[in-house]
């Protein structure tokens, strides 16, 4: 069964250190700019959200990578970018509508998560779990259970006078 990042932006806590385990494990280097996962930050709202590539079914780079460097890898199911093929054309970074891959500002190549050959170190080093590597019927449960739990405080809105 494929597994999948389960992002959760109700758990980020904002410390980016994703983002540097990410960068020391790909790139040698605790640069943060040059990680394949990133949070968005809205400091005024608390609100920190986890963005990196989501793998899509049908990836939008990859249709759009005019010399097929961007295929899916049959052991992990992550879409990857095969770097002898990658022109550096940036239509994969153009084009996602998650802003899943970025460029590296040191080198110009494209950043892009890989899964890690199935073992994300993001996964491993977010202590507050708002990055999980799931089984997809796990996944499913848990958006499940969310919203359920959004359903329940709206009914308590809803019905408390």
Known sequence: MRKFLFLDPE?????????TACSLHHEKVCNPARARVHIAKWETSG???????LHCETPICEE??????????????????DYDLCVGCRLCVLYCPFAGAGIDTVTGKILKCDL?????VCVRFC?????QYVKSSRANMM???KAAEKFSELMQKLLTP
């Open 47 to 53: 609100l920190y959200i986890p963005v990196v590539c």
């Open 143 to 145: 958006k499940m259970r």
């Open 116 to 120: 890690c050959d199935g073992d994300p």
């Open 11 to 19: 758990k980020c806590t904002g410390c980016r250190i994703c983002e």
């Open 127 to 131: 202590d507050p779990r708002a990055l």
């Open 64 to 81: 759009v990578c005019p010399v097929r460097a961007i295929k899916r890898d049959a052991k992990t199911g992550a879409v990857v970018i």
